[in-house]
């Protein structure tokens, strides 16, 4: 009569014990291990759990060789001045580390970055520039109320003072220390040389005389998509002549009446000798207009104005298309010769 009785309690005893033994098995690490493993499984998949999940080794880290660490160029900057770096090619990446810095590729130049302080003082920080050319240049900043040195010539050929674990600025290359403007595609120092020589080639493309002052545009130069037009100024009077501007424009070749006159003003990428403006008594002063090529429409031509700043000296001068067709190209560029006629005339 007792037999089911006991058969029931014999049951529950068996359940306890096992239940006992699952939760045994459950806090060795193999069962923590597996129990946050299936935690962790999406659900309805199924993941294998290796026994030894939590003996396996962290991920294994690579160590820098001294080839792989970029040295820096120190560099200190003001508030107060501009740092110019130059670069031998056009600067197609700036990154500063720091608000404390200010920096900006130069107006008009493509391989010229100006840095300067954004207020007294700041923290050590660093400035990295990338150049078209693929190299990368590291620098690390500093804060000098008086830098000692405002230009660095990051081409080649230049020597400058390392410190300790720094790079020298130098190489075997040709020497690059000149601009590349962005409206160009010959270097400034080019656009010189080739202006000089410009001047000194014979042929007249037109000349007028007024008021014992004579304009003479040379003949016109050609090189690399670029034209150059020499103009030379002769004041043969007792009194300065202060030029006020010169204009090129298109305009029509004849002009009917009751029509408005349509003219198309070109501005030059740059002029040779363009901050004199002044012509002494019984002097003479040369220039080069320089412009990405162009041509004439038929029926119109170019107009060269030369006017006096408070005065009524002005000479217009007029080219037709066969002057820019004949345009003879340069031989070359002696830099020696170059270098000594830039802002002599």
């Given amino acids: 009569m007792h037999k089911p009785f006991l058969s029931v309690s014999a049951a529950l005893v068996l359940a306890v014990l096992n239940a006992s033994s699952v939760l045994g098995q459950a806090n060795t690490p193999q069962g923590r291990a597996a129990r946050a493993a299936s935690m962790r499984q999406p659900k309805g998949q199924y993941v294998d759990v290796p026994d030894n999940q939590d003996q396996q080794e962290a991920p294994k880290m690579l160590t820098y060789s001294e080839s792989n660490k970029m040295a820096s160029y120190p560099l200190f900057v003001s508030d107060q001045k501009t740092t110019h770096l130059v670069f031998p090619f056009p600067v197609t990446y700036v990154d500063l580390g720091s608000a404390g810095l200010i920096a900006a590729k130069a107006t008009g130049a493509e391989n010229i970055v100006r ?13 990295t520039v990338l150049t078209s050319d693929g190299k990368l240049y590291s620098f690390v900043v500093n804060y000098a109320r008086d830098p000692k040195i405002l230009s660095l010539n990051l081409g080649a050929g230049t020597t400058a003072v390392r410190s300790a674990g720094s790079p020298a600025i130098a190489s075997t290359s040709p020497v690059i220390n000149e601009a590349i403007l962005s409206n160009s595609p010959i270097p400034q120092g080019n656009l010189d040389g080739y202006s000089v020589e410009a001047l000194t080639s014979k042929g007249t493309a037109d000349s007028k005389s007024a008021n014992q002052l004579s304009l003479r545009a040379g003949s016109v130069g050609y090189q690399n998509e670029t034209l150059f037009f020499p103009l030379h100024i002769a004041n043969k009077s007792n009194v300065t002549y202060d030029i006020d501007f010169v204009k090129f424009y298109i ?36 220039k080069v207009f320089i412009f990405k090529k162009f041509t004439i429409p038929d029926k119109k031509q170019l107009v060269i104005e030369l006017y006096e700043k ?35 005339r």
């Fill in 115 to 127: 840095v300067k302080a954004a207020g007294q003082r700041f923290a050590e920080t660093n400035m």
């Fill in 251 to 286: 305009q029509d070749k004849k002009v009917a009446k009751r029509t408005a006159e349509q003219a198309l003003e070109i501005a030059p990428i740059y002029v040779y000798n363009g901050a004199q403006k002044k012509v002494d008594a019984q002097g003479k002063l040369e």
């Fill in 310 to 344: 408070g005065g009524g000296r002005n000479i217009k001068l007029t080219l037709a298309n066969s002057d820019l067709l004949k345009a003879h190209t340069f031989k070359g560029i002696a830099s020696a010769v170059a270098a000594g006629s830039v802002g002599s």
